[in-house]
């Protein structure tokens, strides 16, 4: 399992730019992250949003959901409750999302724009 004090690394090296948020994944996983274990095949680990205006690609970015899962236990209570949810409803959230496995969350097509997002 990795340690709190190498997810930081990982995670100061992506923000520093030193690294993708592909390279982060790949880095915890590889440290020992439990995705790596056989049990998480088939769950979904990437929240992809593309944007298409016409054939021309605006955006394509994968998030991993676990990099994702990690830095929500760092925002504080308080912002959170705020917004009127909790930080345990949230986590509960992505954990339901990498559960599913892969699935399309939204397809829209509006005029010459084609929005994707989905769990891969």
């Known amino acids: 399992m990795v340690t709190a004090q190498e997810r930081l690394k990982v995670l100061e090296m992506l923000e520093a730019g030193k690294i993708s948020s592909d390279e982060a994944a790949k880095l915890l996983i590889a440290v020992g992250e439990e995705d790596a274990h056989p049990a998480a095949v088939g769950r979904g680990r990437w929240l992809t949003i593309r944007v298409k205006e016409g054939e021309k690609t605006a955006v ?10 990690w830095a929500l236990r760092l925002v504080p209570e308080k912002y959170l409750e705020k917004q009127g949810i909790t930080g345990v409803e949230i986590l509960e959230l992505v954990r339901q999302v990498q559960g599913a496995g892969k699935t399309q969350l939204i ?14």
């Open 107 to 120: 397809d829209v097509h509006d005029g010459g724009e084609h929005i994707q997002i989905a769990i891969e």
């Open 60 to 69: 394509n970015v994968r998030i991993p959901l676990k990099l994702a899962e």
